[in-house]
């Protein structure tokens, strides 16, 4: 396997003890997060956070923001945790009262959208070194460089743990106006009350392969009188506080926003760091307009060169000039749709017909689909065989579990003959003058799914049945029977 998985925390496709079953999808654009107001102040000088957290497009300015705790008052009085966009994709700690701002802003930047990372914040003002009263990490290791570094005084109370909101997904400002909203995941978010606790108390490297951080169980820490412990595993509750304590608020989150791409499980998305069309990219990267202009494709996040894997995209209409299929390239030109080189294949549907497409030249093939249509794609790179479906119908009679004899397939090329040496999933138009919508299913998705249905291994939620011997692409399964 060669997942482009390269820079962050990458623990999902290592073995442990310790699963993480959820985390929370938080949507910028549609003002997602929560809060809860404590009765009374806890500990304002010493506590920790803990989050993990895995990107979403980071060409989004301001959607940043994964704690903050603040009163809104004319003083304008926060502390909050955020992706910087002052610095982009740094990882920054503001605080600000009295009209004063303070920072500690990383000049390590962060722009791995496939990876989830994990961020401690360990403060306590009442130590005698002002490097000791804020340390922050990042995947077990301190970080020690920062391109704004303001002192704190010492013995400072901060707003965290006091009787104003405390906030996960959206930070606070002056007049009590939200902003900031966050486009990620996260996953075991900790509040620590009333201690600095080091990384370890929340993760730790794996003993076989010591470069890797990854999450251990935190239920037995102590988290004190205003601390909060979210694991994301009540679907109806995603601000359930599962060490016992007050829950939190949901604003504008659902049931469909609880995932199972976790630090321990990491699925595929799309990946925005290859966008050449001015795709948009919302949900967690699983929901995708295209461009209106000119016509491109975007490509995942993980690339597969062996095994059997299925995938399923829900059309959303919009133009009827629709792809959705396998690259064996990220896009490079901005007017070469999926299907226009010879290692691209689109099951595409457009004025009133429906083709492959491959090499830039179209073949008849199967139904076309519309709006709400669920596509079904298996990859099969054991025989080099590709088959589409439709709302859970083989096209061209096509049978994926038939092996070499490929009954129904499209043939495509060995992943080691592309460009890339690997087959990425792909989803595109190919209408110069209007976009799509797709929503893409990994296993992990951002839409209601009305049956459920699971690989082989257990992993994965799909509408339709997942065909024998095909796996959801995700790191569990990389490298397994199936891969």
């Not at 003002?31 to 404590?38: R, V, W």
């Not at 490297?205 to 010591?210: A, L, T, V």
Request: hydrophobic share 30%; net charge negative.
């Amino acid at each position: 396997m060669l997942p482009t998985i390269a820079t962050g925390n990458v623990a999902s496709a290592i073995g442990g003890a310790y699963e993480v079953a959820n985390s929370c999808r938080f949507n910028a654009g549609d003002s997602a997060y929560m809060h809860k107001t404590p009765g009374g102040a806890g500990n304002r000088k010493t506590f920790t956070i803990s989050a993990w957290c895995k990107r979403g497009d980071l060409r989004t300015d301001d959607s940043t923001t994964i704690f903050a705790a603040g009163d809104g008052s004319t003083a304008d009085g926060y502390l909050a945790l955020s992706w910087d966009y002052v610095v982009a994709n740094a990882l920054v700690v503001q605080w600000r009262d009295g009209g004063s701002n303070g920072f500690k802003r990383t000049t390590q930047v962060f722009r791995d959208v496939s990876a989830w990372y994990h961020i401690v914040v360990a403060v306590d003002t009442t130590q005698a070194s002002n490097s000791n009263r804020m340390k922050i990490y990042v995947n077990g290791t301190q970080v020690t460089a920062f391109g704004t570094d303001t002192a704190i005084t010492e013995d400072r109370d901060f707003l965290v743990n006091n009787t104003n909101k405390q906030m996960v997904g959206v930070s606070v400002s002056s007049g009590g106006s939200f902003g900031s909203y966050l486009n990620a995941y996260l996953s075991e978010v900790c509040l620590i009350d009333g201690s600095q606790l080091a990384p370890t108390s929340f993760g730790e490297f794996d003993e076989d392969s010591p470069t890797i951080w990854k999450p251990i169980d935190v239920s037995g820490l102590t988290f004190g009188t205003n601390g909060f412990y979210l694991d994301y595993e009540d679907s109806a509750n995603l601000g359930n506080d599962a060490n016992g304590g007050t829950d939190l608020t949901e604003v504008n989150l659902a049931a469909t926003d609880q995932a199972t791409d976790t630090p321990t499980n990491n699925f595929a998305v799309m990946n925005p760091l290859v966008v050449i069309n001015g795709s948009t990219f919302s949900e967690g990267n699983c929901k995708i307009v295209t461009g209106s202009s000119p016509y491109s494709y975007d490509v995942s996040t993980i690339g597969v060169a062996n095994g059997k894997w299925y995938v399923e995209a829900k059309y959303g209409g919009s133009s009827d000039d629709a792809t959705f299929g396998i690259a064996g390239r990220t896009a490079t030109n901005t007017t070469h749709e999926l299907g226009h080189y010879d290692d691209t294949w689109s099951y595409y549907t457009g004025t009133g017909a429906s083709n492959v497409r491959n090499n830039d030249s179209n073949s008849s093939y199967g139904a076309t689909y519309t709006t709400n249509d669920i596509i079904g794609l298996a990859l099969d790179l054991t025989n080099n065989k590709l088959y589409f479906s439709k709302n859970g119908t083989w096209q061209n009679s096509g049978d994926p579990e038939s092996g070499s004899t490929g009954t129904g397939a499209v043939s495509i090329t060995a992943a080691s003959s592309v460009t890339d040496d690997v087959y990425y999933i792909g989803i595109g138009d190919f209408d110069g003058g209007a976009s799509v919508t797709w929503e893409i299913n990994f296993g992990n998705p951002s839409f209601s799914i009305s049956s459920g249905n699971a690989d082989a291994n257990g992993y994965g939620n799909f509408e339709y049945a997942v065909p024998s011997g095909y796996l959801a692409l995700c790191t569990k399964n990389l490298g397994s029977d199936g891969g």
